[in-house]
């Protein structure tokens, strides 16, 4: 069974840095990436890396400070963000994929709270 686990969510000041991680339960996956759902807002897009070439592919209002890698194994992957802003307060959630369609398997989901 897959398992996707975030970690290292928490509550920050505007401007600071927080970097989230995702554990996928052993195994590689084609796709990796996170998204975000804000209180009363639909869960959007937020960030993505692919396992085929290390591209990487990120929100418009996370470009220039958020950073989306992996480790070596590609089981793994993680979201550094820095600047943060009070409209970043949201649940974050890791998913991941095997193909280039929809997003097949999504953890629980890690809080991020920016205070202003």
């Known amino acids: 069974q897959v398992q996707l686990v975030e970690s290292g969510g928490g509550l920050v000041q505007a401007g600071g840095s927080l970097r989230l991680s995702c554990a996928a339960s052993g195994r590689a996956f084609g796709r990796m990436g996170w998204f975000r759902q804000a209180p009363g807002k639909e869960r959007e897009f937020v960030a993505a890396?692919?396992?085929?070439?290390?591209?990487?592919y990120n929100a418009d209002a996370v470009k220039g400070r958020f950073t989306i890698s992996r480790n070596n194994a590609w089981n793994t992957v993680y979201l550094q963000m820095n600047s943060l802003k009070p409209e970043d307060t949201a649940v974050y959630y890791c998913?991941?994929?095997?193909?280039?369609?929809?997003?097949?398997?999504w953890g629980q989901g890690t809080q991020v709270t920016v205070s202003s």
């Open positions: 998913a991941a994929t095997d193909g280039v369609g929809s997003w097949d398997y």
């Open positions: 890396i692919s396992r085929n070439d290390g591209s990487t």
